[in-house]
């Protein structure tokens, strides 16, 4: 039997390749190569796997990166590791421009998108305010979101190598 984790890393595949039309039980079950009672065995019916793969979606996304940073290192160390993991997500921007444009059209979707924001952008407002640097550290957190956000948007987006070289040069302004 496909486990519950299986099923919800298969629909976040779906969703960055292909968006959210993509993720139906049908796709599911073909991706997976089982049928509609392993889904139904783990989840209650698409609306119950929505909430799921929102959730997942932000534990993966979001809290896990967060979690993965706090090791007692000092607010520039955790700062350089979270932009590291980051970046080493090959998959991250595919996903994450599908869950925004889900987000346009769907207020369960757009609720979660909100939640995530707001805590990645109050964890590295926390970061950048040990920083003790005399930038805003709070517009510095900010802009630090906006770039990656916006480097995943822009058409052809730009690729994680140039993004990491526009943080070292961003993070220099602060030195």
């Not at 298969?10 to 993509?22: M, Q, S």
């Not at 080493?88 to 889900?102: F, K, M, N, T």
Request: charged share 25%; proline share 3%; glycine share 6%.
């Amino acid at each position: 039997m496909v486990s519950r984790t299986e099923w919800l890393d298969a629909g976040l595949e779906l969703l960055a390749a292909e968006g959210a039309p993509a993720v139906t039980i049908e796709r599911l079950t073909g991706a997976l190569g089982v049928t509609k009672g392993s889904y139904y065995h783990h989840f209650n019916g698409a609306s119950g796997y929505k909430a799921a793969l929102l959730e997942y979606f932000e534990a993966r996304n979001t809290t896990r990166l967060i979690d993965a940073v706090e090791d007692g290192r000092d607010a520039s160390a955790k700062l350089q590791h979270l932009l590291r993991l980051v970046l080493a997500d090959p998959d991250s921007a595919a996903l994450e421009i599908a869950v925004r444009a889900w987000a346009l059209q769907d207020s369960e979707v757009r609720a979660t998108q909100e939640r995530v924001d707001k805590a990645r952008t109050a964890y590295l407002k926390k970061l950048c305010r040990g920083l003790g640097s005399d930038v805003d550290p709070d517009r510095f957190a900010q802009l630090l979101y906006l770039i990656l956000i916006g480097a995943e948007q822009v058409v052809p987006p730009i690729g994680k190598r140039d993004v990491r070289e526009i943080y070292d040069l961003v993070l220099r302004l602060i030195d």
